[in-house]
Every structure is written in C-alpha cells, then in structure tokens.
C-alpha cells in the first residue's frame, strides 16, 4: 500500500519566523521518492522539493528543506524566514516505483501572518 | 513552451449533461495524468497515459467517465450525466518518463454541476 498522511490541517506562521509541516507516509519498498508541493489560492501546484529515499542527505531549496526520517517514515517541510508569498496549501506527495504514479496527502494550510 | 494547460478553466453546467475537458501537455512529455481534487483535500488519482496508452484508470473512474489522448499529444476528460457529486477541480498533470522526478501540473477545471 501507498499512503501519505499529513497531520496538521492548518498551520500558521508569523512572517520571518521559521514553520515545520509534518508529513508520515507508508510504502512496502525500498524504492520510493518523496515531494512537497504548494498550491497558492486559486493557482497551480508546483513542486517545492523532492526527495530520494536511497540518500540518506536531506533535499534543500533555498528557504525550504525537509527532515527525511526514513525508518520513521516521517518527511517533514521547514520553511524558513516565511513570507507572505508562502501562504498556501501544501501537500505532501510520494511515488513508489511500483504504483508508478503519485499519490498526495490531505494538505495542510499555511497562513504568513504580517 | 507555456506548460501545462487545460481548458476550460471554468464549467458550469445542469446534472445530467455531458462535459469535455481538455489538456495539452509539455510536448515533450509522454506521461499525462487526471486526478480530482475537492475543496480542502488533496488530488486523487483518476488515470494515466503514456503516449497514447492509458495505463490505469483508478476504481474511483465510474463508466460515465472515460478519458483519451488519442495521438499522445492533448488528452481529453469526458463525463456523461454528471451528478452534483462530480463537482470538483480537474486537474491535468505531465510528466517525462516516469514519475520519480515530479510532474507539472496545470491551473485545473473547475466543474460544477447544478
């Protein structure tokens, strides 16, 4: 089975600080990847970052980064130095060779406050 | 090349009609994906193509939906005799090879069904 499960259904952040988004997923393999993806109101979803499970270093973009916990099977989105261009959903995604295709989590909604 | 776009962005039509979505890929894409997304959750898998073949179609598909990419370029999303509960965004998304690199997605269709 493939399953993405994101706890927190909103989140919110002050503007400049710093906000984890918490993600756990379950897969049966060894060869899987693993994305986070925003989609600001009304706007198109785009990838954020990706991670392959056989590193074991940790994806970074610029501001974002994730904790990749793979015997916990935990995949975690810090954002750092928010802005209010962050605000929006994110999901938090997986592929798994096998299932050949992705498979998203329920969201979480991230509010900048000014 | 402008990405991936779907058209319309809109459709408002009465229970029982047909609707046609369409979505042109990244012409370099042989992997084309159809998933539904309701308000406040995230995308659920509806079916795949890899150049013309459809590979899947997910059991969440019923009869009254079939989708084709008849020359594996643009591919179209049918559904006959919507029902109120097919309102939703449809969300079209391509990818090249496989998906372990992520895909790109379009801005979406937003059906509702009155």
């Known amino acids: 089975a493939q399953t993405v499960t994101q706890s927190q259904p909103e989140m919110s952040v002050q503007e400049a600080e710093t906000v984890t988004l918490s993600c756990t997923y379950d897969?049966?393999?060894?060869?899987?990847?693993l994305f986070w993806y925003k989609q600001p109101p009304s706007r198109q979803m785009i990838l954020v970052i990706r991670q392959e499970a056989y590193k074991q270093q940790n994806a970074t973009e610029n501001r974002f980064s994730v904790n990749f916990q793979k015997a916990a099977k935990s995949f975690s989105l810090k954002i750092s130095d928010s802005q209010l261009g962050d605000a929006a959903m994110y999901f938090c995604?997986?592929?798994?060779?096998?299932?050949?295709?992705?498979?998203f989590g329920p969201g979480t909604s991230l509010s900048v406050i000014p | 090349d402008t990405g991936v776009s779907q058209n319309p962005r809109h459709k408002i039509t009465k229970r029982g009609q047909n609707v046609t979505f369409r979505c042109d890929p990244i012409?370099?894409?042989?992997?084309l994906y159809w998933y539904r997304q309701t308000l406040g959750q995230g995308p659920e898998f509806l079916t795949y193509f890899q150049n013309e073949a459809q590979l899947e179609k997910s059991r969440l598909l019923s009869d009254r939906f079939s989708a084709e990419r008849p020359k594996g370029s643009f591919s179209t999303l049918e559904i006959q005799r919507t029902e109120q509960g097919d309102s939703a965004m449809y969300l079209c998304a391509s990818s090249l090879s496989q998906g372990h690199y992520g895909y790109t997605f379009g801005s979406g269709t937003r059906l509702t069904v009155v």
């Open positions: 012409s370099e894409h042989n992997r």
């Open positions: 897969t049966s393999e060894s060869d899987y990847y």
């Open positions: 995604a997986s592929y798994q060779t096998s299932y050949d295709k992705v498979i």
